[in-house]
C-alpha cells in the first residue's frame, strides 16, 4: 500500500505543477479534446507515448497494446482508430515499435508464455513473411532489431488497409499513417520511411521501406 500512495502523493505533485505552470490548465482538459495524432505502440513502460514527444496531455489519442500489432479482429484498436479518425479527426497516425521489443522477441524466438502466445502469431507471421532476410542475419540482435523495425512496417499497411482508413482517404479527409521505431538505448525516435497518405502510396511506400531494410542488411 505504500507503494500506491506514493504514486498518489506523486499525482499530487504533479497537479499543483501543472497548475503552476498554467492556471487554466485543468479547465481546459474539461472540453473536448482535439488532437492532431493517434499514437499506436508497445505497452512497454520503457516507452511512453506523450513523454517521448514531449506533449501534453490532451495533444495525443493512444493506444497500446504488446508489439504494437494492428489486426483487423481487434475490435479494441479498430474502435480507437475508428475513434481517431472519425470523430477526433487526427491528422497522422503513428505505428511506433521499439527496439529490443521483447513481445517480437517472443515470436523470433518461438517462445512459450501462454495465452500471449496467440496474439504473439501476428508477429510470427510477419517473421515468417521475411525468412529469408531474416535467415541471411547472424547477429541475433541485428536480427530482433530487424524484425522489430519490419514489424512496424507491417502494421502500418495494416492500418492503411482497415475499412476506416479507406473511408477517410476516399472522402478527402487529411490522414497519414507513420512507422516510427524508438531506440531504448539512447532515447530517440527513428523515422522508417514507411508513410502513406493516400491507398496509392502504400504498396510503393512498402516496396521502399522493405528495400532499405535489405540495404542496411547489405552495408553490415
Known amino acids: 500500500m505504500q507503494a500506491l500512495q506514493k504514486l498518489l502523493a506523486n499525482n499530487r505533485a504533479w497537479a499543483a505543477t501543472m497548475l503552476t505552470e498554467d492556471p487554466l490548465f485543468f479547465e481546459k482538459l474539461t472540453h473536448q479534446q482535439t488532437p492532431a495524432y493517434l499514437w499506436i505502440g508497445c505497452s512497454d513502460s520503457r516507452v511512453p507515448a506523450t513523454q517521448l514527444v514531449g506533449l501534453l496531455p490532451g495533444d495525443m489519442f493512444v493506444h497500446r497494446n504488446v508489439a504494437n500489432v494492428v489486426v483487423h479482429s481487434d475490435l479494441n484498436c479498430l474502435s480507437v482508430l475508428h475513434y481517431a479518425v472519425d470523430v477526433l479527426k487526427v491528422q497522422h497516425v503513428i505505428v511506433c515499435g521499439h527496439y529490443g521489443c521483447g513481445g517480437v522477441q517472443a515470436a523470433l524466438r ?85 508513410t502513406a497518405t493516400s491507398q496509392q502510396e502504400v504498396g510503393d511506400q512498402y516496396a521502399q521501406a522493405i528495400a532499405d531494410r535489405n540495404t542496411l542488411l547489405a552495408e553490415r
Open 110 to 194: 518461438n517462445s512459450t508464455f501462454g495465452l500471449i502466445d496467440n496474439w504473439l502469431r501476428h508477429v510470427q507471421d510477419v517473421r515468417h513473411k521475411h525468412s529469408a532476410l531474416l535467415a541471411s542475419m547472424t547477429d541475433e540482435d541485428h536480427k530482433l532489431n530487424r524484425l522489430c523495425e519490419l514489424n512496424v512496417i507491417e502494421q502500418v499497411v495494416n492500418v492503411s488497409q482497415t475499412t476506416i482508413v479507406h473511408g477517410a482517404w476516399e472522402r478527402g479527409q487529411q490522414l497519414a499513417v507513420h512507422g516510427w521505431i524508438y531506440g531504448l538505448h539512447d532515447g530517440l525516435l527513428h523515422d522508417l520511411h514507411m
